[in-house]
């Protein structure tokens, strides 16, 4: 107990960094939907797939219907995606890794609906769905 009382000003400082790299990284993570759920809202109609691959990995094949804007060039063509501000947008890349960044770019662009792939195509392609080519 002695130790807590003399220490208490290094613990508090402890406990509060480290709370503040918990929320930065889980802002940073930002959602994700499953394979599942993403099939769920596609089916729904008023979904739109942005995919943040290549263009010679969205040739090799991609989710029916997806737009293909490489990540770089994403920032510079939000203003293609303008009119779909209002509906669930997802994200897709090869892993799920690229589309977090992605997706943070998005919602700083007033997508507020905007989420990941969980997994990303490799992820989609495990799952046993459809791909278009």
Do not use: Y
């Amino acid at each position: 107990m002695k130790f807590i009382i003399d220490n208490i000003f290094l613990i508090a400082l402890a406990l509060i960094s480290g709370g503040a790299l918990l929320v930065t990284s889980l802002q940073r993570m930002g959602a994700k939907v499953t394979a599942l759920q993403a099939t769920q809202l596609l089916n729904q109609g008023k979904t739109v797939v942005v995919d943040v691959r290549s263009a010679e990995e969205f040739a090799e094949g991609h989710i029916r219907d997806a737009k293909n804007i490489p990540l770089k060039e994403l920032k510079d063509r939000t203003g293609e995606l303008e009119k779909f501000k209002e509906r669930p947008v997802i994200v897709v890349c090869n892993k799920g890794l690229q589309s977090n960044r992605a997706t943070a770019l998005l919602k700083k662009a007033g997508f507020t609906n905007a989420s990941a792939l969980l997994g990303g195509m490799d992820g989609w392609q495990t799952q046993g769905l459809p791909v278009s080519k």
